[in-house]
């Protein structure tokens, strides 16, 4: 169709016509092929008219059409097509991928004629994996600055309090930029903790030193989650976690051991739990009493908690 010079107006009108919209059926959501070939007929003398329209001597869209597109379209997606490989009525596009690649193509192009004026932008295999590793980094770092509100796309409103002002930003420590992030982008905090912001000089920590865990002896709990008890005290103090809106029941504690790293916590309705080795081991861990002491539900937690049987039997 590009290869036409179409106006986009009238592209966009034959577009409609096969494929349809929300409102519209198109083409291709004809119910059989005798439905299929009566509106491809009635379609190919509007689009003739159209096209002639355009100052055009020979219209070349329909012929085109019937003699390229038509046969596959009835073979490959047509409605009844869809139905029978279990796919419904909706359609299913590729323009993410196909625009995706687009981009990439572009940028490889680019970062290869500002390297090397005048050269082929064909790259080697070693090039097109760091050209495509900065390419992804990029949106990564625009999807992190969505927390400050400075980036091509917008939070989901389900992550909206995640969002801080940029001198907010400023002042959190590293764990907490890194939970912010890891709850908005579980795979890019590790390697992007300073973004989104420029990197920040000095990591403050907010102690809340009111605040403290119940003694562990009075919790009743068994001595080898004492362990657990004292490092949610140290978490708790750090301040290092960070939540978003009780409605998806996540929060982030950053880890003691890696200080790169994020443990999510999930609230269901089936109770707590956290993708750390400690939970799974002990069905309680630091990061979980930390959070829920932050919640003010740790005597629940306590309450409901049960030792790990299957751990216990091997
Ligand atoms: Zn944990």
New binding site residues.
């Given amino acids: 169709m590009t290869s036409l010079f179409l106006p986009d107006k009238i592209k966009a009108e034959f577009l409609l016509d096969i494929f349809g919209d929300r409102s519209t059926k198109g083409l291709i959501d004809s119910d059989d092929n005798e439905d299929f070939d009566a509106r491809l007929l009635s379609l190919e003398k509007s689009w003739d008219e159209r096209e002639i329209a355009t100052g055009k001597e020979k219209p070349l869209f329909s012929s085109y059409f019937v003699a390229n597109i038509a046969e596959d379209m009835k073979e490959k997606m047509f409605l009844p097509v869809r139905r029978s490989t279990g796919l419904g009525d909706n359609c299913y596009f590729n323009n993410c991928p196909e625009s995706m690649n687009s981009c990439l193509k572009k940028e490889i192009n680019h970062q290869k004629k500002s390297s090397n004026l005048g050269e082929s932008s064909k790259c080697s295999y070693s090039e097109f994996a760091d050209i495509s590793q900065k390419f992804v980094e990029k949106y990564q770092r625009n999807i992190h600055r969505a927390i400050l509100g400075d980036s091509p796309y917008m939070l989901a409103p389900e992550c909206a309090d995640l969002e801080v002002f940029k001198e907010q930003w400023e002042k959190l420590s590293k764990g907490r930029k890194i939970a912010k992030i890891t709850l908005l982008d579980e795979c890019g905090a590790e390697d992007n903790e300073e973004s989104p912001a420029s990197p920040s000089t000095s990591a403050s920590r907010s102690c809340s030193s009111s605040q403290i865990l119940p003694d562990f002896e009075s919790t009743g709990l068994p001595s080898n989650l004492k362990q657990s008890w004292s490092n949610a005290e140290m978490i708790f103090q750090k301040n290092e976690f960070t939540k978003v809106q009780a409605s998806s029941g996540l929060s982030a504690v950053i880890s003691l051991r890696k200080p790169n790293q994020v443990?999510i916590i999930k609230k269901a309705s089936g109770g707590i739990s956290?993708d750390?080795d400690?939970?799974k081991n002990y069905k309680m861990?630091?990061?979980?009493i930390a959070a829920s002491q932050q919640d003010g539900t740790l005597r629940e937690l306590i309450a409901k908690w049960q030792p790990n049987l299957s751990n216990i039997v091997q």
């Fill in positions: 443990h956290c750390c400690g939970f861990c630091s990061h979980e």
